[in-house]
C-alpha cells in the first residue's frame, strides 16, 4: 500500500497525483467516489490529473481521449489502450493505493524513452 | 454514413451505442480505414509516429459495417434517398449521415509543380514527408495552425523554414491578433522566418526543367516563392496552408441546404428530414454563438456525431443539448497550445498566468467582462479548469 494523501486534503472534482512510476493519480468524483489510475494518457504524454473530471469519466487535459475511471477502458479517442486501475482504500483518514501487477500501457513517446534508457 | 474520418467514424460509433442494429453502409473516397489527422503534421511527419499509430479503430472494434472505401459520392437523390457514386453504384439508405470533410485550399495555378504540397490526407502526409528528408529549404504559404505546425517540424527535421504569411499577424482569426502575436514569437524563437503582411504573387518553376512537360503534366520544380512585393524567395519544397473547405460540391441540387457547407440545426439536422451532417463540412447553429458556426476541429468531429446520430434516429424528437465551447490544440516546437471558446467574440484579452516572454501563457479572452475564450500555451491544467468553467457557464 502506498499512502497518497489525506481523504480531508482531496476535495470533490480533484486528483492527486503520486510521485510512482509510472505516476498514479487518485480522483475523488463529484459523487464522493475514490478511483486509482495510472496518471499518464497512453496516446500522448499528458497527466490526467489535469484532465477535465466528469462523472466516473477523465478526460485528457490534451487531446481529449477519455477513460472510464473505474474500468481504465477507452470511452472516447485518440487513445486506443486502457489505463491500469489500483485500488483504493482509505485508512484513519488516509487515501491508500494498492498497485496494479498489470503491465503499463504507456504512450509511444514514452514507451520509447523508456526503452532508450534514462534521459 | 458518406464519410469515412473521424466525424464518420464517431458517427458509425454512435449508431451502434445508442442501439441501432440495422444495415451500416460507411462511404469513404480515401483508400484507408479511418486515420487519425492531427499528427499528419505533428509525429508521423517528424517520423516518431508510424501509419499503424495512426489508425482510429481499436484491434476487437467491429461495427457490423460495409465499408466502401476508395468511392466517392457524387450525389445524393432525394426521392429515393439514396448516395450515388463515382463508379455508378447507389447505396439506398432509410438515414444518411453526410460527413465528408474538407479539402485543402490551393494557390491557383499551382497544381502542376512539382515539390508543391498541402497537407490534408494520409497520403499528402507520406508524400510531404519523403520530399522533407531530402532536406533543403522549405517556404510554407500561410502562417496559420497547419502552416505552423509543418514549419516547427521541418525545422527539426533541419529544413531551412520561411513561413509567408498575407495577414499582418498570424492567426489572428482563430486566436485574436495579440495572442497571435505572441504565439506566432515561436517561429523567430527557433530561427524559423516569418514574413507577414505579404501576399503571394505565384510560384516558379525550375528553369532547366521548367520548358519540359513530364508524362504527368508537371512543369518541372518549384524553385521560388514571387511575393507581391516583388521579392522572391528560394525554395525546394513549398507547402500551401490556407486553409479549407468543405467538400458539398456532390450536394448542389440535391435540395440539402448548403451555406459555407451544409447548413445545420443544433442537432445536426440538415434541410432534409432523414438526413444529418456532422464534421468539417457541417455548419451547425451554435446557440451559445447565436449563430451558424462551421467547426473544422477535431473535438467538433468527435463529439457533434452524438448528437446528430440521436436526432436521425429519433427523427427529430430530441432537444439538442448546449454543446462544449469549441476546443482545438496545437503542437509547435515542443510548446502544447490550446484554445477554447470564440476569439472574435471578445472585447479585452489579459494574461492571467504565465508570460509573453516565458512562452507560458495562460489568456482569458472576455466580452463584457464575461470570460468567452481561454488560451494556454503550455498551461493543461489551468487551461482545462478554464474550459471546464466556460462550458459550465453557457449550459
Same mark, same amino acid.
Given at each position: 500500500?502506498?499512502?497518497?494523501?489525506?481523504?480531508?486534503?482531496?476535495?470533490?472534482?480533484?486528483?492527486?497525483?503520486?510521485?510512482?512510476?509510472?505516476?498514479?493519480?487518485?480522483? *475523488? $468524483?463529484?459523487?464522493?467516489?475514490?478511483?486509482?489510475?495510472?496518471?499518464?494518457?497512453?496516446?500522448?504524454?499528458?497527466?490526467?490529473?489535469?484532465?477535465?473530471?466528469?462523472?466516473?469519466?477523465?478526460?485528457?487535459?490534451?487531446?481529449?481521449?477519455?477513460?472510464?475511471?473505474?474500468?481504465?477502458?477507452?470511452?472516447?479517442?485518440?487513445?486506443?489502450?486502457?489505463?491500469?486501475? *489500483?485500488?483504493? #482504500?482509505?485508512?484513519?483518514?488516509?487515501?491508500?493505493?494498492?498497485?496494479?501487477? +498489470?503491465?503499463?500501457?504507456?504512450?509511444?513517446?514514452?514507451?520509447?524513452?523508456? !526503452?532508450?534508457?534514462? %534521459? | 454514413?458518406?464519410?469515412? &474520418?473521424?466525424?464518420?467514424?464517431?458517427?458509425?460509433?454512435?449508431?451502434?451505442?445508442?442501439?441501432?442494429?440495422?444495415?451500416?453502409?460507411?462511404?469513404?473516397?480515401?483508400? *484507408?480505414?479511418?486515420?487519425?489527422?492531427?499528427?499528419?503534421?505533428?509525429?508521423?511527419?517528424?517520423?516518431?509516429?508510424?501509419?499503424?499509430?495512426?489508425?482510429?479503430?481499436?484491434?476487437?472494434?467491429?461495427?457490423?459495417?460495409?465499408?466502401?472505401? %476508395?468511392?466517392?459520392?457524387?450525389?445524393?437523390?432525394?426521392?429515393?434517398?439514396?448516395?450515388?457514386? !463515382?463508379?455508378?453504384?447507389?447505396?439506398?439508405?432509410?438515414?444518411?449521415?453526410?460527413?465528408?470533410?474538407?479539402?485543402?485550399?490551393?494557390?491557383?495555378?499551382?497544381?502542376?509543380?512539382?515539390?508543391?504540397?498541402?497537407?490534408?490526407?494520409?497520403?499528402?502526409?507520406?508524400?510531404?514527408?519523403?520530399?522533407?528528408?531530402?532536406?533543403?529549404?522549405?517556404?510554407?504559404?500561410?502562417?496559420?495552425?497547419?502552416?505552423?505546425? @509543418?514549419?516547427?517540424?521541418?525545422?527539426?527535421?533541419?529544413?531551412?523554414?520561411?513561413?509567408?504569411?498575407?495577414?499582418?499577424?498570424?492567426?489572428?482569426?482563430?486566436?485574436?491578433?495579440?495572442?497571435?502575436?505572441?504565439?506566432? $514569437?515561436?517561429?523567430?524563437?527557433?530561427? @524559423?522566418?516569418?514574413?507577414?503582411?505579404?501576399?503571394?504573387?505565384?510560384?516558379?518553376?525550375?528553369?532547366?526543367?521548367?520548358?519540359? @512537360? &513530364?508524362?504527368?503534366? +508537371?512543369?518541372?520544380?518549384?524553385?521560388?516563392?514571387?511575393?507581391?512585393?516583388?521579392?522572391?524567395? &528560394?525554395?525546394?519544397?513549398?507547402?500551401?496552408? #490556407?486553409?479549407?473547405?468543405?467538400?458539398?460540391?456532390?450536394?448542389?441540387?440535391? %435540395?440539402?441546404?448548403?451555406?459555407?457547407?451544409?447548413?445545420?440545426?443544433?442537432? %445536426?439536422?440538415?434541410?432534409?428530414?432523414?438526413?444529418?451532417?456532422?464534421?468539417?463540412? !457541417?455548419?451547425?447553429?451554435?446557440?451559445?454563438?447565436?449563430?451558424?458556426?462551421? #467547426?473544422?476541429?477535431?473535438?467538433?468531429?468527435?463529439?457533434?456525431?452524438?448528437?446528430? #446520430?440521436?436526432?436521425?434516429?429519433?427523427?427529430?424528437?430530441?432537444?439538442?443539448?448546449?454543446?462544449?465551447?469549441?476546443?482545438?490544440?496545437?503542437?509547435?516546437?515542443?510548446?502544447?497550445?490550446?484554445?477554447?471558446?470564440?476569439?472574435?467574440?471578445?472585447?479585452?484579452?489579459?494574461?492571467? +498566468?504565465?508570460?509573453? =516572454?516565458?512562452? =507560458?501563457?495562460?489568456?482569458?479572452?472576455?466580452?463584457?467582462?464575461?470570460?468567452?475564450?481561454?488560451?494556454?500555451?503550455?498551461?493543461?491544467?489551468?487551461?482545462?479548469?478554464?474550459?471546464?468553467?466556460?462550458?459550465?457557464?453557457?449550459?
Amino acid at each position: 500500500m502506498i499512502p497518497a494523501c489525506r481523504l480531508a486534503d482531496l476535495p470533490r472534482g480533484e486528483a492527486h497525483r503520486l510521485d510512482t512510476d509510472p505516476p498514479v493519480s487518485v480522483f *475523488h $468524483t463529484d459523487e464522493g467516489e475514490l478511483f486509482a489510475i495510472d496518471d499518464t494518457c497512453t496516446h500522448q504524454d499528458a497527466s490526467l490529473a489535469d484532465g477535465w473530471l466528469e462523472g466516473c469519466e477523465v478526460e485528457c487535459p490534451l487531446h481529449a481521449s477519455k477513460f472510464d475511471l473505474r474500468t481504465g477502458a477507452v470511452d472516447s479517442p485518440p487513445a486506443k489502450l486502457a489505463v491500469r486501475t *489500483h485500488e483504493v #482504500v482509505v485508512e484513519e483518514g488516509v487515501i491508500q493505493v494498492r498497485l496494479s501487477a +498489470a503491465a503499463p500501457n504507456p504512450p509511444p513517446c514514452v514507451a520509447a524513452r523508456l !526503452a532508450g534508457g534514462p %534521459g | 454514413m458518406v464519410g469515412a &474520418s473521424l466525424a464518420g467514424l464517431s458517427a458509425a460509433r454512435s449508431l451502434r451505442r445508442q442501439g441501432f442494429d440495422g444495415r451500416l453502409v460507411v462511404i469513404g473516397d480515401e483508400l *484507408h480505414r479511418p486515420y487519425d489527422r492531427p499528427p499528419l503534421s505533428k509525429e508521423f511527419l517528424a517520423g516518431t509516429l508510424g501509419e499503424a499509430d495512426l489508425a482510429l479503430e481499436t484491434d476487437d472494434e467491429d461495427l457490423r459495417a460495409q465499408w466502401l472505401l %476508395g468511392a466517392r459520392a457524387t450525389g445524393l437523390d432525394r426521392a429515393e434517398r439514396a448516395v450515388r457514386l !463515382a463508379d455508378g453504384r447507389e447505396v439506398r439508405a432509410d438515414g444518411i449521415v453526410i460527413a465528408t470533410g474538407a479539402v485543402a485550399r490551393t494557390l491557383p495555378g499551382s497544381g502542376s509543380l512539382a515539390g508543391v504540397h498541402t497537407l490534408r490526407t494520409l497520403d499528402d502526409a507520406r508524400a510531404l514527408r519523403e520530399e522533407l528528408a531530402s532536406g533543403g529549404r522549405l517556404v510554407v504559404i500561410g502562417g496559420g495552425f497547419i502552416g505552423a505546425e @509543418v514549419a516547427s517540424t521541418a525545422h527539426a527535421l533541419g529544413l531551412d523554414v520561411t513561413i509567408v504569411e498575407a495577414a499582418p499577424t498570424p492567426l489572428a482569426g482563430p486566436i485574436g491578433a495579440a495572442m497571435g502575436g505572441i504565439v506566432s $514569437t515561436l517561429h523567430g524563437d527557433h530561427g @524559423v522566418r516569418l514574413l507577414c503582411g505579404v501576399g503571394v504573387k505565384g510560384l516558379r518553376g525550375d528553369e532547366r526543367s521548367g520548358t519540359r @512537360v &513530364s508524362p504527368d503534366g +508537371a512543369r518541372g520544380r518549384v524553385d521560388a516563392v514571387l511575393l507581391e512585393d516583388g521579392r522572391s524567395i &528560394s525554395a525546394d519544397i513549398v507547402v500551401v496552408g #490556407v486553409g479549407a473547405r468543405p467538400c458539398v460540391e456532390w450536394l448542389e441540387g440535391s %435540395g440539402v441546404e448548403l451555406d459555407n457547407g451544409v447548413k445545420c440545426g443544433a442537432d %445536426g439536422r440538415t434541410s432534409l428530414a432523414g438526413v444529418v451532417a456532422v464534421g468539417d463540412c !457541417a455548419n451547425w447553429y451554435d446557440p451559445r454563438a447565436g449563430a451558424h458556426r462551421r #467547426v473544422e476541429h477535431w473535438t467538433g468531429a468527435r463529439e457533434r456525431p452524438d448528437a446528430a #446520430v440521436a436526432t436521425l434516429l429519433a427523427g427529430g424528437a430530441v432537444e439538442p443539448g448546449v454543446p462544449r465551447p469549441p476546443y482545438f490544440w496545437s503542437d509547435q516546437y515542443g510548446v502544447k497550445i490550446q484554445f477554447a471558446g470564440y476569439a472574435a467574440a471578445a472585447d479585452s484579452v489579459a494574461i492571467e +498566468a504565465g508570460t509573453a =516572454d516565458d512562452r =507560458d501563457v495562460l489568456a482569458v479572452y472576455r466580452r463584457a467582462g464575461v470570460p468567452v475564450a481561454v488560451l494556454g500555451m503550455n498551461q493543461p491544467r489551468l487551461f482545462t479548469r478554464w474550459r471546464k468553467q466556460l462550458a459550465a457557464a453557457g449550459s
